[in-house]
């Protein structure tokens, strides 16, 4: 049997689009860094935009781009991630968000990963 441990990103956060090419942190709080003795995967994202323009959620891998999650305008994501990445020990996931330039609205965001 394997020792593994549930870890989860989520939250409510306000957005305001700055525009595609802009790339910005959608909360302090949506980090995840793998405990050096630990790898981890990712086994979902789902995800929800109040806002009238569709958004998108990035998912940055030690600082570089590594998923693109589009949400269309009032609407909601599932994506299930079980055995695409696998994590290795020390790897920093941020969420970052992007939107049309005055793009205003709330994202729901929900991404799933187990430590093993």
Do not use: W
């Amino acid at each position: 049997m394997i020792d593994s441990t549930p870890r989860f990103l989520q939250g409510c956060f306000g957005f305001t689009g700055a525009g595609f090419a802009d790339l910005a942190l959608l909360d302090a709080s949506l980090v995840y860094v793998v405990p050096s003795d630990k790898r981890a995967q990712l086994i979902y994202f789902r995800g929800g935009n109040s806002s009238a323009d569709l958004a998108c959620v990035v998912l940055k891998q030690d600082g570089q781009p590594m998923r693109f999650f589009p949400i269309g305008a009032k609407s909601s994501v599932h994506v299930p991630l079980a055995v695409v990445e696998d994590l290795q020990p020390e790897t920093k996931i941020e969420v970052f968000f992007t939107a049309s330039p005055g793009c205003e609205g709330t994202l729901v965001i929900d991404i799933g990963l187990i430590e093993i």
